[in-house]
């Protein structure tokens, strides 16, 4: 939440030359409604079952850039699910900027249903999974653009694509 995944992804994509695809979207393409709305309506179960429907989409469709929502990463048994799909990387920040950034956006009933501690709590949660991601990026500091040209920086330094 917070970190970039949309517009870095968008970013990336345009400079790999691949679609751009996004959980959140997908949910909302399904739904009508966007992952905030859906999450206050019916729930996170209910969102959680909408994510893991365009997860199996996404996966069996052509390669694209992924933004995925950030619950999905815990599962083990989605994370397992995407590895075998494509490469993971985790867009890493700094938890306050990640917060200011998703104040910014709004939509966030996550957020908004708690203080700045419980987003901290729900992303230490969260932390000791993303570290499973085959690459980590930091995004600190960085506009969409700068960040997308250094997660395709570490794609090509780690021969997920190349040079």
Avoid: H, N, Q
Wanted: charge should be positive; include cysteine; hydrophobic fraction near 45%.
């Amino acid at each position: 939440m917070g970190a970039g995944k949309t517009s870095a992804g968008r970013a990336l994509a345009r400079l790999l030359r691949l679609p751009f695809r996004d959980t959140d979207e997908e949910v909302r393409r399904a739904s009508g409604l966007r992952a905030g709305e859906f999450i206050l309506r019916r729930g996170l179960g209910a969102f959680r079952k909408a994510e893991d429907a365009a997860l199996k989409e996404l996966a069996a469709g052509p390669a694209a850039v992924v933004a995925l929502g950030g619950g999905i990463y815990p599962s083990g048994r989605r994370r397992a699910f995407f590895r075998r799909a494509g490469v993971t990387v985790w867009l890493r920040r700094p938890l306050a900027e990640m917060l200011r950034l998703a104040r910014a956006d709004g939509g966030r009933p996550l957020l908004a249903r708690g203080t700045a501690a419980a987003a901290g709590r729900l992303f230490a949660r969260r932390e000791k999974f993303y570290a499973f991601c085959d690459l980590k990026v930091s995004a600190a500091g960085l506009d969409p653009g700068e960040a997308a040209a250094r997660i395709r920086r570490s794609l090509e330094k780690s021969g997920f694509i190349p040079s």
